[in-house]
């Protein structure tokens, strides 16, 4: 079955498969690596961009572990999931000074660098350097459970062990070694364009004539969704602060919890009154904290932004500032910004939009 399995998916993936992706040319190990890590939670469309901009910037591990956490920040900023390039910034830097300036090609070590997981670490070692190894991210799961007809969350360590069995059976064998590269991404390709969540095209599918998903009609049920919870929601209140000269106040948020690490807004968390307008009450207990006085307030929209565990819904009160007093709290890093600025400050993809609102409103 695994020569056979591999053979009918490389012969597809010669005509059907990506061959013109920014990583595949070159195919080094960095740049796999930064891919791999930008495609962990975002999709290829969405990866292309930000993998040019990264590239451009951080051109190989020495650029990346010499830049500043904010440079690096900046550059993921509206990708989401940071700790990812926070964890690819600590990681050149531990390649810098433990493996000679070199990403290690050896799979213990690569598991033993922060934020590269087995299937991470597979994916690199065997695009960048042909090793025999089998990945298991999120499509390549949903491929095989159909394929091979695995009931059961495939986010369970019991279903999972059963995978990853799955997954190396079908590696190409050892003479085709030199394969591996093409044999990984058409695993990922496969999934990606062919065996989708939703609706997946068997009718194209090279592997179709064993899959048991196929063969049965249980496409829709394979893989077995996870039970589901009801998801939590927060809110948070955030001040828009403008001063005279059109810049806002930005304040970088602590390095641990959400958005760790990044330039945001100021939160409003006095406690308001019971009074008509708590809104404006912690807002401007807010301003007082950090000496501004406000002009009149005008309370934005709610925003709702989704987290992987819960759902945050953002208010937002805008207002002219000016400084009036030392500031009263120590808070963390502030600056006022400007549009022109902006880019240099890493930002999450809510706050981001927040502030081209504001900043395109002044421009009109
Ligand atoms: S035949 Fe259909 S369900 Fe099976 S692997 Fe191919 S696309 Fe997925």
New binding site residues.
């Given amino acids: 079955m695994s020569g056979d399995f591999s053979d009918r998916l490389l012969h597809w993936f010669a005509s059907e498969g990506r061959h013109d992706l920014p990583w595949q040319h070159p195919r080094t190990a960095y740049r796999v690596w930064v891919s791999e890590i930008m495609l962990q939670q975002t999709q290829v469309a969405t990866v292309i961009g930000y993998f040019d901009r990264f590239i451009r910037a951080f051109p190989d591990l020495d650029a990346l572990a010499g830049a500043s956490l904010d440079q690096v920040l900046a550059m993921w900023a509206g990708l989401g999931y940071y700790s990812r390039a926070r964890n690819l910034h600590r990681a050149a830097q531990l390649c810098i000074a433990q493996h000679g300036g070199q990403l290690p090609d050896r799979l213990e070590e690569l598991l033993a660098l922060p934020g590269i997981g087995r299937s991470t670490a597979a994916a690199i070692l065997a695009q960048a350097h042909g090793q025999r190894l089998a990945i298991l991210d999120g499509n390549v799961k949903?491929?095989l459970s159909?394929?091979a007809g695995i009931a059961g969350y495939p986010g369970l360590p019991a279903v999972e062990r059963l995978l990853w069995q799955e997954a190396e059976t079908r590696l190409p064998p050892d003479k085709l070694g030199d394969r591996m590269p093409d044999y990984t991404q058409a695993l990922m390709d496969?999934g990606a364009g062919?065996?989708t969540r939703t609706r997946?095209?068997?009718t194209d599918?090279?592997?179709?004539g064993d899959?048991v998903?196929?063969l049965t009609g249980s496409?829709q049920e394979l893989p077995t969704r996870k039970a589901t919870r009801s998801v939590p929601e927060r809110s948070v209140h955030l001040l828009l602060a403008v001063d005279g000269r059109g810049r806002v106040l930005l304040e970088r948020r602590p390095a641990t919890g959400i958005w760790g690490g990044l330039w945001s807004l100021p939160e409003c968390t006095a406690a308001a009154s019971s009074g008509d307008d708590p809104q404006r009450e912690r807002a401007e207990a807010t301003a007082r904290a950090l000496g501004l006085e406000l002009g009149p307030l005008q309370n934005l929209a709610t925003l709702e932004h989704r987290f992987t565990h819960f759902l945050l819904h953002i208010e937002t009160s805008v207002a002219t500032a000016r400084t009036v007093a030392e500031r009263a709290s120590e808070v963390a890093d502030q600056a006022w910004v400007s549009s022109s600025a902006i880019a240099q400050y890493g930002t999450p993809a809510p706050i981001r939009r927040l502030l081209d609102l504001q900043f395109d409103a002044e421009r009109t």
């Fill in positions: 949903r491929v159909r394929h496969l062919l065996c997946p095209r068997c599918c090279p592997v179709a899959c998903a196929a496409t």
